[in-house]
């Protein structure tokens, strides 16, 4: 067979293969609902800080004690730092009754009055039937960058059924939980 020849049946074999994989599905973390509209003391929410397992694309679930699978067809639909910082922002906007919430990084602190630094250390589903969610934050004065807080918690949530969509939304209900945690440091 012709060289040309065996290279466009390895072309079209490829071709073939790559098309009968699995289509990927793509998650948002989701806010309860937006912050209030207008002005309100300012809430900066960031940097936010993720586990270096959990900085990939893909949706991370623990099969059993210190074993991880991570789901190649099941991924982020964007920066998970960034998605965690959004949702929290808006959380956080609720609870503090803010329109006036910004996320990492922002050009100045002018109208800021405090602002929160998140590092989540873990966030993933379980074997039983959860979604985990272990995360420190730091809440500082502005504009003197004072630290006046420093606390972590850890909570789990159920699944309400299988997949990855429920494990996405018991993951949003976590970071409403965590948002009212920090929300009491303020």
Known sequence: M??????????????????CAAPKSYYLLTPEGPAPAGG???????????????????????????????????????DLENNIATVLAANLG????????RTYPWSDDGDLRRQISIDVRQ???????DAV???A?????????????????????????????ALAAAQSRLLARLATEISRSL
């Not at 012709?2 to 098309?19: D, G």
């Open 2 to 19: 012709p060289r040309l020849l065996k290279s466009l049946v390895s072309s079209i074999a490829l071709f073939l293969l790559a098309s």
């Open 123 to 129: 966030l993933h589903g379980t074997a039983d039937g």
């Open 94 to 101: 609720r609870r503090q009754n803010t329109g006036n919430v």
């Open 40 to 78: 309100g003391p300012g809430i900066g929410v960031g940097p936010v800080s993720i586990a270096a397992y959990l900085d990939r694309p893909n949706l991370v679930f623990q099969e059993s004690g210190n074993r991880l699978a991570v789901a190649e067809s099941h991924r982020w639909a964007g």
């Open 133 to 135: 969610l272990e995360a």
């Open 137 to 165: 934050w730091r809440v500082y004065s502005l504009p003197d960058r004072r630290m006046i807080a420093s606390k972590s918690w850890s909570g789990t949530e159920p699944l309400e059924a299988d997949g990855y969509d």
